[in-house]
């Protein structure tokens, strides 16, 4: 069946260090993938998009990378704020399923001063 | 300015009743959606439309169904509702570019409670 999972538990990090979240996934062909930000009580808010036949891509001090090989995705923040504590959601969309976007459980992030 | 809104908030009510919720986007976009989030944070694709057709329609009880009046406006009606149907449900809308969607933008969502 397919699967797309994400650390269930809470990563707790130190201001000004990295965070390094992980999507893995099974039985997906992802066209795409898509990681983003969800802050208690509000909707998800887009952060970035990597294609399958991109292997990195960057936004400001965001880093995403893609290996379809691995069926993985990791997704960085560098110098990491206390702002940047939310809950990070990966989603997928299938080569075969345009528009459907199948999105990962998320991991929270908490980012102490 | 408010890019996709959502009414109400907050919708408390009784099992059994008939309740909507509607959705607006004001980025002119062609496609807009709605999920749902369960109590463990899982968000699923319920219904999508494009242009005001209906082009994908998950696994979802008949109960809900899903208009377009027109690009902009996508209102998610709910009969009968159950103890199960207590989440939050988020519009999106995202447009098409060479055949395949973007990013998506969601609305600030909906709790729905059942009692």
């Known amino acids: 069946s397919q699967k797309i999972e994400q650390n269930s538990e809470a990563l707790n990090i130190q201001e000004g260090k990295t965070a390094t979240l992980t999507c893995n996934y099974t039985?997906?062909?992802?066209?795409?993938l898509q990681w983003y930000r969800q802050d208690p009580g509000r909707g998800p808010v887009f952060l970035l998009l990597i294609r399958e036949n991109e292997k990195e891509k960057r936004k400001e001090r965001l880093k995403v990378t893609f290996d379809t090989t691995l069926k993985q995705s990791l997704f960085h923040i560098t110098a990491s704020q206390p702002a940047d504590s939310a809950t990070y959601l990966c989603?997928?969309?299938?080569?075969?399923?345009?528009?459907?976007?199948?999105f990962g459980a998320g991991t929270q992030v908490v980012v102490t001063p | 300015d408010t890019a996709v809104s959502q009414t109400p908030k907050y919708l408390v009510t009784q099992m059994g009743n008939d309740k909507s919720i509607k959705c607006e986007q004001n980025l002119g976009h062609d496609t807009m959606y709605w999920y749902k989030q369960d109590s463990k944070k899982f968000l699923k694709i319920m219904f999508s439309?494009?242009?005001?057709?209906?082009?994908i329609n998950e696994t979802v009880p008949n109960r809900f169904s899903p208009k377009s009046p027109d690009k902009a406006h996508l209102n998610l009606h709910i009969n009968s509702l159950e103890l199960g149907d207590s989440a939050v449900y988020f519009c999106?809308?995202?447009?098409?570019?060479?055949?395949?969607?973007?990013?998506?933008?969601f609305g600030p969502g909906t709790r729905l409670t059942v009692l």
């Open positions: 989603a997928l969309e299938p080569t075969d399923s345009w528009g459907k976007l199948q």
């Open positions: 439309y494009n242009n005001k057709e209906l082009i």
């Open positions: 039985n997906y062909s992802p066209a795409y």
């Open positions: 999106a809308s995202s447009q098409e570019t060479g055949g395949r969607k973007n990013e998506q933008f």
